[in-house]
Protein backbone atom coordinates (compact mmCIF):
# COMPACT_ATOMS: atom_id res chain seq x y z
CA UNK A 1 0.00 0.00 0.00
CA UNK A 2 2.66 2.51 0.28
CA UNK A 3 3.90 2.04 -3.10
CA UNK A 4 0.32 3.09 -4.24
CA UNK A 5 0.44 6.17 -2.17
CA UNK A 6 4.12 6.93 -3.33
CA UNK A 7 3.15 6.20 -7.08
CA UNK A 8 -0.01 8.77 -6.32
CA UNK A 9 1.90 11.67 -4.95
CA UNK A 10 4.20 11.47 -7.85
CA UNK A 11 1.39 11.62 -9.80
CA UNK A 12 -0.70 14.49 -7.87
CA UNK A 13 2.73 15.85 -8.40
CA UNK A 14 3.82 15.62 -11.94
CA UNK A 15 0.28 15.92 -13.80
CA UNK A 16 -1.48 18.80 -11.40
CA UNK A 17 -4.62 16.80 -11.09
CA UNK A 18 -6.06 15.78 -7.37
CA UNK A 19 -5.84 12.75 -6.30
CA UNK A 20 -9.66 11.79 -6.61
CA UNK A 21 -9.49 12.84 -9.90
CA UNK A 22 -6.20 10.56 -10.52
CA UNK A 23 -8.32 7.58 -8.71
CA UNK A 24 -11.34 8.18 -11.04
CA UNK A 25 -9.04 8.01 -13.84
CA UNK A 26 -7.11 4.76 -12.36
CA UNK A 27 -10.31 2.77 -11.65
CA UNK A 28 -11.59 2.03 -15.29
CA UNK A 29 -7.80 2.08 -16.60
CA UNK A 30 -6.98 -0.80 -14.17
CA UNK A 31 -10.32 -2.48 -14.93
CA UNK A 32 -9.76 -2.86 -18.92
CA UNK A 33 -6.17 -4.15 -17.59
CA UNK A 34 -7.72 -6.43 -15.66
CA UNK A 35 -10.22 -7.66 -18.37
CA UNK A 36 -7.56 -8.09 -21.37
CA UNK A 37 -5.00 -9.61 -19.19
CA UNK A 38 -8.37 -12.40 -18.29
CA UNK A 39 -9.09 -12.75 -21.79
CA UNK A 40 -5.36 -12.95 -23.02
CA UNK A 41 -5.27 -15.69 -20.40
CA UNK A 42 -7.59 -17.50 -21.61
CA UNK A 43 -6.88 -17.64 -25.55
CA UNK A 44 -3.41 -18.61 -24.31
CA UNK A 45 -4.95 -22.12 -22.41
CA UNK A 46 -7.08 -22.24 -25.32
CA UNK A 47 -10.64 -21.32 -23.31
CA UNK A 48 -10.91 -18.77 -26.06
CA UNK A 49 -10.46 -18.68 -29.22
CA UNK A 50 -8.39 -16.19 -31.35
CA UNK A 51 -10.86 -14.41 -33.13
CA UNK A 52 -13.14 -13.73 -29.80
CA UNK A 53 -9.94 -12.81 -28.15
CA UNK A 54 -9.08 -9.95 -30.69
CA UNK A 55 -12.26 -8.88 -31.02
CA UNK A 56 -12.14 -8.21 -27.51
CA UNK A 57 -8.51 -6.66 -27.06
CA UNK A 58 -7.25 -6.45 -30.18
CA UNK A 59 -4.94 -7.95 -32.61
CA UNK A 60 -2.00 -5.97 -31.41
CA UNK A 61 -2.60 -7.50 -27.95
CA UNK A 62 -3.01 -10.87 -28.90
CA UNK A 63 0.14 -11.05 -31.49
CA UNK A 64 2.31 -9.59 -28.37
CA UNK A 65 1.06 -12.36 -25.84
CA UNK A 66 1.67 -14.91 -28.35
CA UNK A 67 5.31 -13.87 -28.85
CA UNK A 68 5.76 -13.55 -25.36
CA UNK A 69 4.21 -16.67 -24.50
CA UNK A 70 6.89 -18.22 -27.57
CA UNK A 71 9.81 -16.62 -26.08
CA UNK A 72 8.71 -17.87 -22.54
CA UNK A 73 8.19 -21.24 -23.56
CA UNK A 74 11.62 -21.13 -25.85
CA UNK A 75 13.50 -20.14 -22.47
CA UNK A 76 11.49 -22.71 -20.54
CA UNK A 77 13.12 -25.60 -23.08
CA UNK A 78 16.32 -23.87 -22.85
CA UNK A 79 16.35 -24.14 -19.30
CA UNK A 80 15.37 -27.92 -19.26
CA UNK A 81 18.27 -28.86 -21.36
CA UNK A 82 20.67 -27.39 -18.96
Known amino acids: MEAVATYLDTLV???QKSETELIAQAIPLG?????????LAGYLKGE???????????????E???RQHDVMREDLAWAMQA
Request: hydrophobic letters at 45%.
Open 13 to 15: RET
Open 31 to 39: LRQMQRDFI
Open 48 to 62: INRETAIEAVGIDWV
Open 64 to 66: LAE
